[in-house]
């Protein structure tokens, strides 16, 4: 959840200070283009000011508005098949130019010229044209070859952007003058920037048609690197790439930040897009066609651009050019811009040489933003070159130097496919410079405590701060310290402990643990290899399970209901842990547990010899257990408590085993619990996308006290928790067999975008459902079963507790989201269950989600 604020804080927080959009003179024009005999409208006509590359297309009515940072004095008009206007601008001013343009009579032969008349995708020849790009696509990609082999090198930077001379001449910034630079203000990013983050990546690519595999072979890698006490590199590059992802404009989608885009040469492109021949281009052979193209709603997930396509009988894509409408539904996008490039290789199709993808996020329209763009390039391609087996085995990606290598400046200008720009230029040096200066470790000290929650002292670090304090009804006022080791106190060996003290029960709880590292890495990055020791004697909710968050997080105290019933519990546990570069892992455990019923919560069973109930002071339970996680191409930000997954489109599968052995260590029951989970992201393109994760589980084993089984998750706070059920109450319902579904769909804007009001406040859609299946077998059920624990009751000697029966539990929501960008709230509905006590069928949940 915390991630994007992280991103903005590791750009040293400075866009917090905000900013005023640099104040050169600025022109707005607009105007209408018509066809000086007809007055018939020109859809989709050409604007540019000459001898840059700034300009825009006007819209279906012939429309077009154009704002300009500087001091242009002539404006260009264009459109296929009339001859070129230019007009004169006074800069500073604002004005219309209405521009007739004329046709022009030596391409009456070659061009049939229409004005304005209704869309139709029927006889269009722009939309004939790009069915047959699409017929094609399959020939123009590079699986139309069975080995394709080549060098591509890329770099990724990010940069402040649109700061004003009066920010960078504040009193803050006085010690980072040297961080500046200056540009065209007309360019992405305006006059002031101030670069942040580079990486360089040179690689060689090798692609096998049959069997499928695509390997990259990273020959040599560097970046400019920040304290690693308060920034995950890794999880930091990561990200970005995963913001900044390879364009294919062959594919039906096209990722863009965490959304799926419909590709302008999708096999159903022509039902979302308008396209319009607006150009020919007869200076290169073969010749091209410069097609334009809109979506048919601007408020829909799509791009706008152009493509330009070869008339060689391969209707291949030479040139793209991919930017969206201001409208669109993606939250801080100010601007972008996409760039591919396409030459002709030895088999005859156009394969890519360069791709370049910017980006500029911001708060509103003015003031300072952060300014990104990746730019990758191609050379050296070699077609139908097959190689050695050995050259495909392994992961898909691997490294070809040795750990800790680092290439010399002469390596680099030497192997860099294009020069590096004059912002990037003295970035590595000066990253390493800022980190010397104290007000700059200062601010980044601060921001670590504010978003992750940790103030790093030397070898250590105190937190996390939101657990400091809180408050339950058990505990009363909650008083909690804590910290742990960092790799500056080993590289091997981590400590982490807390003391916490509940000023109602009069009690303290405590943890420790001591962690061994097997590879000589931090256990807070992948690859994890390790094991640990821990205790604790703590409090605990029975049933909850949360994600992302402590358990005893500040604004978790504040629940709905009967919040009463807890656990004392006492832990020993040994974890191993391991993780491969496939993303698979395992997790093996031991775990001596010792729960005491705390609260309202009473723990009791029949007594044949006194023939009655007897209450159960604690119970003791012995347990080995066993995980197996497979995540494929799995991306993440490391957070300082928890990992924050990069969704993707591909499954993540997890199986657990455990079994609890009665006799060893006071281990008083013996049983086998088998539970799996599917969890996957399916993205609908401009439909939005959806959350969907299917879990089953299964108990071995009978004479099984209801704490040991399936504890189904619940949610009785005011948060939407996406892994539980939010109107079902703690220790409600327990299972020793059952079967879950949920979705999540977002719909990202789909309907609210149609509607006007909603769409200025680009409000988000959600809908969603979670279905539950079990039961309880009669030999551990205490309905059947008189000797196991009795299930809880209610002070008015109603059942709290309650076993499945054969109508599944099942709740649904709608929701806004993306409300002041980073709120969603839901109206939750539950739909059976509702005869059992204490329950609601209406519920308003909240959830803090700030997305792109």
Avoid: C
């Amino acid at each position: 959840m915390l991630v994007k604020f992280k991103i903005a804080g590791i750009l040293f927080f400075l866009i917090l200070f905000g900013s005023d959009v640099v104040r050169a003179q600025t022109t707005i024009i607009r105007g209408v283009l018509t066809d000086s005999a007809s007055k018939e409208t020109l859809p989709y006509a050409n604007v540019l000011i000459p001898g840059t590359t700034i300009g825009t297309l006007a819209d279906d009515e012939g429309r077009y508005t154009i704002k300009l940072e500087g001091t242009y004095s002539k404006i260009q008009f264009g459109y296929i098949g009339y001859n070129t206007a230019v007009k004169s601008i006074t800069p500073g001013i604002d004005q219309v130019i209405n521009v007739k343009l004329s046709v022009n009579a030596s391409m009456l032969t070659e061009v049939v010229v229409k004005g304005k008349a209704r869309y139709r995708n029927r006889n269009n020849p722009a939309v004939e044209l790009i069915q047959k790009v699409i017929d094609h696509k399959k020939e123009n990609q590079m699986d139309a070859n069975d080995f394709v082999q080549y060098e591509q090198y890329e770099k990724i930077s990010l940069a402040l952007s649109n700061l004003s001379d009066k920010f960078r001449e504040k009193r803050i910034f006085r010690n980072y003058q040297f961080l500046f630079t200056e540009q065209d203000s007309s360019t992405i990013g305006g006059k002031n920037m101030l670069p942040a983050y580079l990486r360089e990546r040179l690689s060689q690519i090798y692609f096998r048609k049959d069997p499928y595999k695509k390997k990259q072979r990273v020959l040599a890698d560097q970046r400019a690197e920040y304290d690693s006490r308060f920034i995950d590199n890794d999880g930091l590059s990561t990200y970005f790439n995963r913001l900044y992802e390879d364009i294919n404009i062959y594919n039906n989608n096209i990722s863009v930040v965490t959304n799926l885009l419909l590709s302008p040469i999708a096999s159903t492109a022509p039902t979302f897009y308008k396209f319009f021949i607006t150009d020919t281009v007869k200076t290169q052979q073969p010749w091209l066609i410069e097609l334009s193209f809109i979506p048919r709603n601007k408020t829909d997930l799509l791009f706008q651009g152009k493509l330009y396509i070869t008339l060689d009988g391969h209707y291949g894509v030479q040139h793209a050019y991919l930017t969206v409408n201001k409208d669109i539904n993606l939250n801080f996008m100010r601007d972008l811009e996409a760039k591919l490039e396409f030459e002709k290789s030895t088999d005859g199709r156009y394969h890519l040489s360069k791709s370049t993808l910017g980006m500029e996020f911001a708060f509103g329209d003015k003031g300072g933003g952060i300014y990104g763009q990746r730019t990758v390039t191609f050379k050296d391609y070699e077609i139908n070159k097959p190689q050695n087996d050995s050259i495909y085995r392994g992961p898909a990606e691997e490294i070809a130097y040795k750990e800790g290598e680092t290439k010399s400046p002469d390596f680099w200008a030497s192997s860099r496919h294009i020069p590096l720009e004059h912002r990037e230029v003295e970035i590595y040096k000066n990253v390493d410079t800022l980190q010397t200066i104290k007000s700059f470790r200062r601010t980044m000290d601060i921001g670590t405590l504010f978003l992750a929650g940790y103030k790093a002292l030397g070898p250590v670090e105190i937190g996390p701060v939101n657990t400091f304090y809180s408050f339950n009804p058990v505990e009363g006022l909650r008083l909690r310290f804590g910290g742990r080791t960092t790799p500056m106190f080993s590289k091997r060996v981590y400590f982490e402990t807390y003391a916490a003290y509940g000023f109602k029960d009069q009690k303290w709880k405590y943890f420790a643990s001591g962690t061994y590292s097997l590879n000589n890495k931090s256990i807070y990055h992948f690859p994890l290899h390790y094991f640990r020791f821990s205790y604790q004697h703590d409090t605990k909710i029975p049933g909850q399970e949360l994600q992302f968050v402590q358990e005893d997080n500040f604004l978790l105290s504040f629940k709905r209901g009967n919040n009463d019933k807890w656990l004392y519990n006492d832990i020993y546990k040994f974890e191993y842990v391991r993780e491969f570069p496939s993303r698979l892992s395992y997790r093996f455990g031991f775990t001596q547990w010792k729960q005491a019923p705390a609260g309202a919560l009473v723990y009791q069973r029949y007594d044949a010899g006194s023939d009655g109930l007897i209450n159960i002071k604690s119970l003791s339970n012995a347990e080995v257990s066993l995980e197996l996680r497979y995540a494929p191409h799995e991306q993440y930000y490391q957070g300082k408590l928890y990992r924050t997954p990069i969704p993707n489109k591909y499954p993540i599968f997890t199986m657990r085993y455990s079994k609890g052995i009665k006799g060893v260590l006071q281990g008083e029951t013996n049983y086998q619990n088998i539970n799996g989970n599917v969890a996957k992201r399916f993205f609908l393109s401009q439909f939005g996308y959806a959350d969907v994760t299917a879990e089953g589980g299964y108990i071995i084993g009978k004479n099984i006290p209801f704490p040991l089984l399936t504890i189904h998750r619940a949610n009785q706070s005011y948060a939407y928790q996406l892994s539980s059920y939010n109107l079902m109450n703690f220790l409600e319902f327990v299972s020793d067999h059952y079967a879950s579904m949920s979705v999540e769909y977002y719909l990202n804007g789909f309907i609210f975008n149609k509607i006007p009001l909603l769409k200025r406040l680009k409000l988000r859609e959600v809908v969603a459902f979670r279905g539950l299946y079990g039961g309880l077998r009669n030999e551990n059920n205490p309905a059947y079963n008189p000797g196991l624990y009795k299930f809880l009751t209610n002070p008015d000697g109603t059942s709290a507790t309650y076993s499945l029966n054969k109508e599944p539990y099942m709740e649904g929501s709608v929701g806004i989201a993306n409300i002041f960008k980073f709120l969603r709230v839901d109206l939750v509905k539950r739909f059976n269950y509702l005869d059992n006590p204490n329950v609601a069928e209406w519920g308003v949940r909240a959830r803090v989600k700030l997305d792109f």
